[in-house]
């Protein structure tokens, strides 16, 4: 169990020594497009591990979480960040497609 007073990596090299952020982001976005997951070839911008955070943010936003709580859990300094996150989430959810009754539309938005 991890104390909350252990401030040794998580994550370390086998010196020991603490892997670097971008070492970790290029190794989780390299798994990523080993995937192959069929919906990546149709996304406009590739999947790394930065659009996990903002998967983060939208899933805990959509399960009714509070945007300062998002805000605190990312460690982001300003809520202007986390609406920044939020925003194109935001613009599909409030999309006047929404409206139409019994359309696929909403599928694309």
Do not use: C
Not at 12 to 29: C, D, E, F, M, V
């Amino acid at each position: 169990m991890l104390s909350p007073s252990d401030d040794s990596p998580l994550l370390t090299t086998a010196n020991g020594n603490p892997y670097t952020y971008k070492y970790l982001s290029n190794y989780i976005g390299k798994a990523i497009d080993r995937t192959n997951l069929p919906f990546l070839k149709y996304k406009e911008q590739t999947v790394r591990a930065h659009t996990l955070r903002h998967g983060f943010a939208i899933i805990s936003a959509e399960q009714g979480e509070d945007v300062f709580r998002i805000m605190q859990a990312l460690g982001h300094k300003k809520i202007e960040t986390t609406f920044i996150y939020l925003e194109r989430h935001a613009a599909r959810k409030n999309h006047a497609g929404h409206a139409w009754k019994n359309s696929r539309i909403v599928n694309y938005i």
